[in-house]
């Protein structure tokens, strides 16, 4: 039983509990509690490499032969996350102002590797975003605007589709017409990043290709009916498109996405991509 008492007082009596147990005080050495208000934010997430063996980061280590230099793809994934954080890279880019990121690049390359010159690739996969009808093979390879809207029109009727009459005019058949007049916008095209054909600025490919757009077409009706597609082809280019890759490799260990400031594009000029330089194609 425990014990009580009368401690008296204004309101008549008082009882207090003798046998209450005591509050242990906190011990002398005893870790600091966490302040509230300063946790990290909830959508943070400390920077590290891609897990998978085929990602970015061996990519870029290969492509760059740091391998010999004693840089294999985790001691790169590791200096891309210390050399400098991505606000302190976004702060230097901005100030500089126009063609301020080509200077942030430069500078994070250095910090990087050093004095080595960023590596020219003999050999450069591209990624063609589309949208094609499911049994689509491609057994003709890539094909530029010419040779490829006859061949679209004549599928999409098989099925029941229709353009628009060609003697009605319209905006979208008036462009339709120019671009077939210039050999620049023939094609056939590509992105040099995989993930930044999928991002919400370059996307659109994979709703309807242009040329669906331009000739009058029901978009409905082409999107039920057809599937999103990306085709990986290998092209020899010269260009310097190693520091964009550079760049994307470093967005991914920060974890951001791609979009179109780590991409390029590659247009064919109105030269076809053969079946035999077509790596893969997938149905995202």
Same mark, same amino acid.
């Given at each position: 039983?425990?014990?009580?008492?009368?401690?008296?007082?204004?309101?008549?009596?008082?009882?207090?509990?003798?046998?209450?147990?005591?509050?242990?005080?906190?011990?002398?050495?005893?870790?600091?509690?966490?302040?509230?208000?300063?946790?990290?934010?909830?959508?943070?997430?400390?920077?590290?490499?891609?897990?998978?063996?085929?990602?970015?980061?061996?990519?870029?280590?290969?492509?760059?032969?740091?391998?010999?230099?004693?840089?294999?793809?985790? *001691?790169?994934? @590791?200096?891309? *996350?210390? *050399?400098?954080?991505?606000?302190?890279?976004?702060?230097?880019?901005?100030?500089?102002?126009?063609?301020?990121?080509?200077?942030?690049?430069?500078?994070?390359?250095?910090?990087? @590797?050093?004095?080595?010159?960023?590596?020219?690739?003999?050999?450069?996969?591209?990624?063609?975003?589309?949208?094609?009808?499911?049994?689509?093979? @491609?057994?003709?390879?890539?094909?530029?605007?010419?040779?490829?809207?006859?061949?679209?029109?004549?599928?999409?009727?098989?099925?029941?589709?229709?353009?628009?009459?060609?003697?009605?005019?319209?905006? /979208?058949?008036?462009?339709?017409?120019?671009?077939? /007049?210039?050999?620049?916008?023939?094609?056939?095209?590509?992105?040099?990043?995989?993930?930044? *054909?999928?991002?919400?600025? /370059?996307? !659109?490919?994979?709703?309807?290709?242009?040329?669906?757009?331009?000739?009058?077409?029901?978009?409905?009706?082409?999107?039920?009916?057809?599937?999103?597609?990306?085709?990986?082809?290998?092209?020899?280019? !010269?260009?310097?498109?190693?520091?964009?890759? @550079?760049?994307?490799?470093?967005?991914?260990?920060?974890?951001?996405?791609?979009?179109?400031?780590?991409?390029?594009?590659?247009?064919?000029?109105?030269?076809?991509?053969?079946?035999?330089?077509?790596?893969?194609?997938?149905?995202?």
């Amino acid at each position: 039983m425990i014990a009580r008492r009368w401690t008296g007082g204004r309101g008549g009596e008082r009882l207090r509990n003798q046998g209450r147990p005591r509050k242990r005080k906190r011990a002398r050495f005893a870790a600091p509690r966490r302040k509230i208000g300063r946790r990290a934010p909830n959508n943070y997430r400390a920077p590290q490499a891609p897990k998978s063996r085929h990602g970015k980061i061996p990519s870029v280590s290969g492509l760059a032969g740091v391998k010999k230099r004693r840089l294999g793809p985790n *001691a790169l994934s @590791f200096r891309l *996350a210390t *050399a400098q954080s991505f606000r302190a890279f976004e702060q230097m880019a901005r100030r500089r102002g126009i063609g301020g990121y080509d200077v942030a690049r430069a500078a994070l390359w250095r910090k990087v @590797f050093g004095d080595l010159d960023p590596p020219v690739p003999s050999v450069v996969n591209w990624f063609h975003a589309t949208r094609v009808l499911p049994c689509t093979d @491609f057994s003709e390879g890539l094909l530029p605007l010419p040779d490829a809207v006859p061949r679209l029109v004549e599928s999409l009727r098989e099925i029941g589709l229709q353009p628009s009459p060609a003697n009605k005019s319209s905006y /979208q058949r008036d462009i339709h017409e120019e671009k077939l /007049q210039w050999r620049g916008s023939w094609g056939p095209f590509g992105h040099l990043v995989r993930d930044a *054909a999928l991002s919400p600025t /370059q996307n !659109h490919f994979f709703r309807a290709p242009e040329a669906v757009v331009d000739l009058g077409f029901d978009r409905r009706a082409f999107r039920a009916a057809t599937v999103p597609c990306i085709v990986k082809s290998e092209r020899v280019i !010269h260009d310097d498109v190693f520091t964009l890759a @550079f760049y994307y490799a470093y967005l991914s260990t920060w974890h951001k996405k791609a979009d179109w400031d780590c991409s390029t594009t590659w247009s064919g000029e109105g030269r076809k991509v053969p079946v035999e330089d077509i790596v893969r194609i997938e149905y995202p």
